[in-house]
């Protein structure tokens, strides 16, 4: 069996647990912990699939204590890194996961992680480290630029009150979203779980109203073979980036209007859509009030989408959202999330086939 830990945005466990269940039928999770999960598939790497994950590692040694236990022991979190990270070494498991390496990997460097922020060990101990792996996997240590990376990872489990620390190997190596995404572009993972949530079919008419440099698009189309997709922006930079994005490439019916999102029901047709899919400005919308801006988006998305369509919005965490929601709108389903260091929600609802009594109706 095939042991891995991946991390993902924080809050989207119960998403993450349902699509490994659903995906990998003989897949065990051991821990499914706030932004990671350790799970277990004779699944291998190259064959898992999943694009909800920021990373994935392959777990090489894991050893879990007792937290009360082991600060009466050990004393500081840090002291109960340090000895396990010794005991990796000497205890000598699963070379194959060390030396199974890409012919086109030469280097690799150590990261030591205490509860997700990087941490410093003694020189000595690292080096004792490095040679061991690199004995073992043929590579040799370069600390800036390395082919790949070799993690010892200590955590607390809140549902068990133990600690761990994972030894393991880094399967995905890419550069951080902030360097390679435009201001406020969403993260490739996180796109892939809000079409996923959305329920989209390959049939079905999509549209982004702000769709911004076009990573929510860009994930219905390549993933979920969407054909007919809508997408709108007002940032003429960021909806002329999106258009290019998509012009030589076979994207089947695929609409980008330079517009503002108010515009869209004169160039859109009245319940065309099945579902949409958007990230709205948090917050204020020009000089708009925050409340006006979101009775704005309501009454499109009811112009807009067919009677039983659906939206999700990834939104601000705070219940502006909610009380400018009209009766017609049932909410299915609200997951609050962590990104980037800002508390967001993304809502899940569902336009009902007719409009309630209230004022506030489609």
Same mark, same amino acid.
């Given at each position: 069996m095939n042991?891995?830990?991946?991390?993902?945005?924080?809050g +989207?466990q119960?998403?993450?647990?349902?699509?490994?269940?659903?995906?990998?039928?003989?897949?065990?999770?051991h821990k499914? +912990?706030?932004?990671?999960?350790?799970?277990?598939?004779?699944?291998?790497?190259?064959?898992l699939?999943?694009?909800?994950?920021?990373?994935i590692?392959?777990?090489?040694?894991?050893?879990e204590?007792?937290? !009360?236990?082991?600060?009466?022991r050990?004393?500081?979190?840090?002291?109960?890194?340090?000895k396990?990270?010794?005991?990796?070494?000497?205890?000598? %498991?699963?070379? &194959?996961?060390?030396?199974?390496?890409?012919? #086109?990997?030469?280097?690799?460097?150590?990261?030591?992680?205490?509860?997700?922020? $990087?941490?410093?060990?003694?020189?000595?101990?690292?080096?004792?480290?490095?040679?061991?792996?690199s004995?073992?996997?043929? +590579? %040799?240590?370069?600390?800036?630029?390395p &082919?790949?990376?070799?993690?010892?990872?200590y955590? /607390?489990?809140?549902d068990?009150? #133990?600690?761990?620390?994972?030894?393991?190997?880094?399967?995905?190596?890419? $550069?951080?979203? *902030?360097?390679?995404?435009?201001?406020g572009?969403?993260?490739? $993972?996180?796109t892939?779980?809000?079409?996923?949530?959305?329920?989209?079919?390959?049939?079905?008419?999509?549209?982004? $109203?702000?769709c911004?440099?076009?990573?929510?698009?860009?994930?219905?189309?390549?993933?979920?073979?969407?054909?007919?997709?809508?997408?709108?922006?007002?940032?003429?930079?960021?909806?002329?980036?999106? !258009?290019s994005?998509? %012009?030589?490439? &076979?994207?089947?019916n695929f609409?980008?209007h330079?517009?503002d999102?108010?515009?869209?029901p004169?160039?859109?047709?009245e319940?065309?859509?099945?579902?949409?899919?958007?990230?709205?400005?948090?917050?204020?919308?020009? *000089?708009?009030? #925050?409340?006006?801006?979101l009775k704005?988006i309501? *009454?499109?998305?009811?112009?807009? +989408?067919?009677?039983?369509?659906?939206a999700?919005?990834l939104?601000a965490?705070?219940?502006?959202f909610?009380?400018?929601?009209?009766?017609?709108?049932?909410l299915q *389903?609200?997951?609050?999330?962590l990104?980037?260091?800002?508390?967001?929600?993304?809502?899940?609802?569902e336009?009902s086939?007719?409009?309630?009594?209230?004022? /506030?109706?489609?």
């Amino acid at each position: 069996m095939n042991q891995f830990y991946a991390a993902f945005i924080p809050g +989207l466990q119960n998403v993450i647990a349902r699509v490994i269940k659903e995906r990998l039928k003989d897949a065990v999770i051991h821990k499914l +912990l706030d932004g990671a999960v350790i799970f277990e598939t004779e699944t291998s790497y190259d064959k898992l699939n999943f694009f909800c994950f920021n990373n994935i590692f392959a777990i090489v040694n894991v050893r879990e204590e007792n937290h !009360a236990k082991t600060q009466r022991r050990e004393g500081r979190r840090e002291d109960v890194l340090l000895k396990n990270i010794r005991c990796f070494i000497e205890e000598n %498991k699963n070379y &194959d996961i060390i030396s199974n390496n890409s012919k #086109n990997f030469k280097t690799f460097r150590i990261v030591i992680s205490n509860e997700n922020q $990087p941490a410093a060990i003694d020189e000595k101990l690292r080096v004792e480290a490095e040679k061991y792996i690199s004995r073992i996997s043929g +590579l %040799k240590v370069n600390r800036s630029l390395p &082919d790949t990376e070799f993690w010892f990872l200590y955590r /607390r489990d809140d549902d068990t009150k #133990n600690n761990f620390t994972i030894f393991m190997k880094r399967l995905t190596l890419r $550069p951080s979203w *902030e360097k390679t995404l435009h201001k406020g572009e969403l993260p490739p $993972p996180l796109t892939w779980v809000l079409c996923r949530l959305a329920d989209i079919k390959h049939n079905d008419t999509v549209l982004d $109203p702000f769709c911004g440099y076009g990573s929510i698009p860009n994930t219905a189309m390549k993933y979920f073979h969407i054909t007919n997709f809508f997408a709108s922006d007002n940032n003429k930079e960021a909806a002329s980036y999106t !258009a290019s994005r998509f %012009k030589k490439k &076979d994207t089947g019916n695929f609409i980008i209007h330079k517009a503002d999102f108010e515009k869209l029901p004169a160039i859109i047709k009245e319940k065309s859509i099945d579902v949409i899919i958007t990230d709205p400005p948090w917050g204020h919308f020009k *000089e708009v009030d #925050n409340t006006v801006f979101l009775k704005q988006i309501f *009454e499109i998305f009811g112009k807009l +989408l067919k009677d039983g369509g659906r939206a999700v919005v990834l939104y601000a965490n705070d219940d502006n959202f909610l009380k400018a929601q009209p009766s017609c709108f049932e909410l299915q *389903e609200s997951i609050p999330i962590l990104l980037s260091g800002k508390k967001a929600i993304i809502y899940i609802l569902e336009k009902s086939s007719h409009g309630g009594t209230e004022t /506030r109706r489609c």
